[in-house]
């Protein structure tokens, strides 16, 4: 029986040197041989998370994340898996408004660069809009004059017209058209002195507008560096 235990022994060293050297020979193959194993070799998940290795991405985890290795098994690239239609759109959404600040960003600093190429200080700003107010004045002035006679004229043509009138006479159809083109001229100088008020409120905007960002830009300048 002894015979037996010592038979079983010796049978169970011999298959495991056998399989040891087995082991050696093939680890000596992989590391002497990286040629036999020049293809390149992914590693990817399955839908249960169980990860898998090949030298080609099985059709269904296309389009799944995948990573590429080299021969020491180090992840050299790594293919990002297909967004969903939704990712996808959220992508466009955030590209066109970081395009969007961008180009708001652009504009904003060629008004700058504009702003103090034009101006030394912001008295400048005050003496342009001043003198813009100053024209805009003298048109609305001209304005009123012309509306001040065109007043007297329709006056008269109303007189005239009463003085038919009590006479027993019709008033003519031309000067019956003579009052009513008055009227719109009187209407249409009063709609200039409006958008020449507007103009105004407008140039005075702008001004504000440039002189509160010029101040803003030369306080950067003289603000000191840390």
Same mark, same amino acid.
């Given at each position: 029986?002894?015979?037996?235990?010592? =038979?079983?022994?010796?049978?169970?060293?011999?298959?495991? $040197?056998?399989?040891?050297?087995? *082991?050696?020979?093939?680890?000596?193959?992989?590391?002497?041989?990286?040629?036999?194993?020049?293809?390149?070799? $992914?590693?990817?998940?399955?839908?249960?998370?169980?990860?898998?290795?090949?030298?080609?991405?099985?059709?269904?985890?296309?389009?799944?994340?995948?990573?590429?290795?080299?021969?020491?098994?180090?992840?050299?690239?790594?293919?990002?898996?297909?967004?969903?239609?939704?990712?996808?759109?959220?992508?466009?959404?955030?590209?066109?408004?970081?395009?969007?600040?961008?180009?708001?960003?652009?504009?904003?600093?060629?008004?700058?660069? *504009?702003?103090?190429?034009?101006?030394?200080?912001?008295?400048?700003?005050?003496?342009?809009?001043? =003198?813009?107010?100053?024209?805009?004045?003298?048109?609305?002035?001209?304005?009123?004059?012309?509306?001040?006679?065109?007043?007297? $004229?329709?006056?008269?043509?109303?007189?005239?017209?009463?003085?038919?009138?009590?006479?027993?006479?019709?008033?003519?159809? =031309?000067?019956?058209?003579? *009052?009513?083109?008055?009227?719109?001229?009187?209407?249409?100088?009063?709609?200039?002195?409006?958008? $020449?008020?507007?103009?105004?409120?407008?140039?005075?905007?702008?001004?504000?507008?440039?002189?509160?960002?010029?101040?803003?830009?030369?306080?950067?300048?003289?603000?000191?560096?840390?």
């Amino acid at each position: 029986m002894l015979h037996t235990h010592l =038979s079983k022994l010796a049978k169970f060293e011999v298959n495991l $040197y056998a399989r040891a050297g087995w *082991i050696a020979l093939l680890l000596t193959v992989l590391c002497c041989s990286p040629h036999l194993f020049a293809g390149k070799l $992914y590693s990817w998940k399955d839908k249960n998370g169980q990860t898998h290795y090949g030298d080609h991405v099985p059709p269904e985890y296309a389009k799944k994340e995948q990573r590429e290795l080299n021969e020491q098994g180090r992840t050299v690239t790594v293919r990002d898996r297909a967004k969903t239609p939704e990712e996808l759109a959220e992508a466009e959404r955030l590209k066109k408004i970081a395009e969007q600040q961008r180009a708001e960003l652009e504009k904003q600093a060629e008004y700058d660069r *504009i702003l103090l190429q034009t101006y030394h200080s912001e008295a400048d700003i005050d003496a342009l809009k001043n =003198s813009k107010i100053d024209s805009v004045n003298s048109q609305i002035l001209g304005t009123k004059a012309k509306l001040e006679q065109f007043h007297d $004229y329709l006056e008269i043509l109303n007189k005239q017209a009463a003085d038919q009138e009590t006479a027993g006479n019709a008033v003519e159809k =031309s000067h019956i058209e003579k *009052i009513a083109q008055t009227k719109s001229q009187i209407g249409q100088l009063n709609t200039m002195i409006k958008e $020449y008020q507007a103009e105004i409120a407008g140039i005075t905007k702008k001004a504000d507008k440039e002189k509160n960002r010029y101040r803003e830009l030369n306080s950067k300048e003289t603000q000191p560096h840390s």
